[in-house]
């Protein structure tokens, strides 16, 4: 990522406001990839919200990474995932 890239990316949340970072960061030990993911609960009706899109927009613009959203459900429960599409 590099340091120029990373101070960047700490400043987002002192200087944007109404943005939500990302649940989860991972990254290769070498960290030769980054990407985010987001998680949201079926069972509670959880949805992404703009501030987090936005955010996690941000990132992947930026850092030149992939952003992941999983969807949280129990076991054995059926579930249809619906496409998720914002436009800014």
């Known amino acids: 990522m590099g340091e120029e890239k990373f101070e960047f990316c ?9 943005i ?9 030990p070498d960290y ?17 919200r703009e501030n987090r899109v936005r955010c996690l927009a941000l990132y992947a613009l930026i850092l030149d990474c992939k952003v992941d959203v999983f969807e949280i459900l129990k076991v054995g429960k059926k579930h249809e995932p619906k496409l998720i599409t914002w436009e800014f």
């Open 32 to 48: 030769s990839e980054i990407r985010f993911a987001e998680s949201k609960r079926v069972d509670t009706h959880d949805e992404l």
């Open 10 to 18: 700490k400043n987002i949340y002192k200087n944007i406001k109404n």
């Open 20 to 28: 939500k970072e990302p649940d989860l960061l991972q990254y290769m």
